[in-house]
C-alpha cells in the first residue's frame, strides 16, 4: 500500500537559517502531493501542493518540488523564522480520496 | 471562510462511558474523515465517509464506530471508553479532486 517516510525531528534551526525536510514516500502511479503543517493546540493545515511530476508548490515563502523519479516531495524555506515553528506532515494522496500521513516533523525555530 | 468544526477541544471521560464526538462541515463536502494523532505515531485513519449513511473503515476502527445522517455531520462513537483511546482526535472532509483536506482544530479526549 501507500506509505510516507519523513525525516525525524525535532529540526532545530536559527531564525534565518534554511530549512529541508525530506519526504519519500511509495504509491502506485503518480498522486497528488501535500504538505500540511501543525501550529501548537490547533488541527492541520494545507501548506502547499502538487498535483504533477515537476510541478512546484509553494506559500508563505515553503516550497516544495514533486520528483517522479526519486519519489520525493522535500519541503524547503529559504529563512525560517521563529513563527515557522510547528510540525509538519506530508501526504500523498492514495487515489481514493484518502491522503496517507508521514509521522510528521517538529520544526524548532530560535530567534 | 470555510469550516470544519469540532464540538469539544477539550474532553474528559471515564472508563466505560459512551463517548460521541461530533464534526460539522460548511462546505457541501462528499468525504469525511476520522483520524487520531499520537506522538511518534502520526495521524491513523479511523473511519471515513463517502456520502451520506455510507461509511468505510480505516486503519484502525476497532473500538470505534461512526454516524453519517447529514451530509455536514460525521459523528464518531466510542462504545465502551478505555484509557488506550485517550488521544487528539481529528476531523477532515474534502471535496472530490485534487484538493486536500480541510480539517478541524482537534478534540483532545483523556479517558481516565
Not at chain 2, 43 to 54: E, N, P
Amino acid at each position: 500500500g501507500n506509505s510516507v517516510t519523513q525525516m525525524e525531528g525535532p529540526v532545530t534551526l536559527s531564525e534565518e537559517a534554511f530549512l529541508t525536510i525530506n519526504c519519500t514516500y511509495t504509491a502506485t502511479g503518480y498522486p497528488s502531493l501535500f504538505w500540511y503543517v501543525q501550529y501548537p493546540g490547533e488541527g492541520l493545515q494545507l501548506l502547499l501542493k502538487a498535483t504533477k511530476a515537476d510541478d512546484k508548490g509553494s506559500n508563505k515563502g515553503f516550497e516544495a518540488t514533486y520528483r517522479k523519479e526519486t519519489t520525493s516531495f522535500h519541503l524547503e524555506k529559504g529563512s525560517v523564522q521563529v513563527s515557522d515553528s510547528a510540525v509538519y506532515f506530508c501526504a500523498p494522496d492514495t487515489g481514493f480520496q484518502k491522503l496517507v500521513f508521514g509521522t510528521g516533523t517538529r520544526l524548532l525555530v530560535s530567534p | 471562510d470555510v469550516k470544519v468544526t469540532q464540538s469539544s477541544r477539550y474532553l474528559v471521560k471515564r472508563t466505560g462511558e459512551k463517548v460521541f464526538l461530533e464534526c460539522v462541515q460548511d462546505m457541501d463536502h462528499e468525504n469525511m474523515f476520522w483520524y487520531r494523532q499520537d506522538p511518534g505515531l502520526g495521524l491513523r485513519l479511523i473511519y471515513f465517509s463517502y456520502d451520506v449513511k455510507m461509511k468505510e473503515k480505516g486503519d484502525i476502527p476497532e473500538g470505534y464506530s461512526v454516524s453519517r445522517e447529514k451530509k455536514e455531520r460525521f459523528s464518531l462513537i466510542l462504545e465502551s471508553a478505555s484509557t488506550n483511546q485517550t488521544s487528539m482526535y481529528l476531523c477532515a472532509s474534502r471535496q472530490p479532486g485534487d484538493y486536500g483536506y480541510t480539517f478541524g482544530s482537534g478534540t483532545r479526549l483523556t479517558v481516565v
